[in-house]
């Protein structure tokens, strides 16, 4: 860039950062058991999405209830609250500058079957009932999700060089 040049303007942080979001994702329990949690956390970090909160905990179906009060009486809804229930989950927070969109793009299609490659589902899922991860699917979603799962004091708040210097 010459001297007379002036730089490209950035725009102000608010504006950069207005469409930030907090999402839930939950590593289910058939990707906890097959030891894909690293792999499926990490793919979030690089991405440069932030984790905010995350823990390993075991739903009872009450809990799972809550999560999938929006299937309840579907045909499925039995069999996904015994899934959801059967094993460890990891539970994240995960933010970013649209974080919802993003989680799901990177999730890939409910349906493994129609999952691109790359996506986590396209990778390393073959069925429709055990399909590795959830993510909210909405603002409204992640406004109610996230505290099913996150108590005040357990999403925290910092600053990734990467993401948040910029
Ligand atoms: P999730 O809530 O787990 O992130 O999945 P999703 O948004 O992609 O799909 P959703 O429609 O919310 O369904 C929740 C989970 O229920 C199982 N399912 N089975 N048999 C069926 O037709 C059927 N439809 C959905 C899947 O395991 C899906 O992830
Ligand atoms: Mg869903």
Do not use: W
């Amino acid at each position: 860039m010459s001297a007379t040049q002036t730089a490209p303007a950035i725009a102000p942080r608010s504006e950069r950062f207005k469409d930030l979001q907090k999402t839930l994702v939950l590593v289910k329990p058939d990707a906890v058991a097959r030891g894909l949690i690293g792999n499926i956390v990490g793919r979030f970090e690089t991405r440069g999405l932030a984790i905010r909160g995350m823990k390993l905990i075991q739903m009872d179906s009450s809990l799972a209830g809550k999560l999938y009060a929006p299937h309840e009486g579907k045909p499925f809804y039995n069999d996904l609250v015994s899934y959801m229930t059967s094993g460890p989950i990891v539970c994240l927070c995960v933010e970013g500058v649209n974080a919802i969109p993003i989680v799901r793009t990177m999730m890939g299609a409910t349906n493994p079957v129609e999952a691109a490659p790359g996506t986590i589902r396209g990778d390393f899922a073959q069925r429709l009932d055990c399909n590795c991860v959830h993510g909210s699917d909405s603002p409204e979603s992640a406004e109610r999700e996230l505290p099913i799962f996150f108590g005040e004091g357990e999403i925290l708040s910092y600053d990734p060089a990467h993401t948040f210097k910029l």
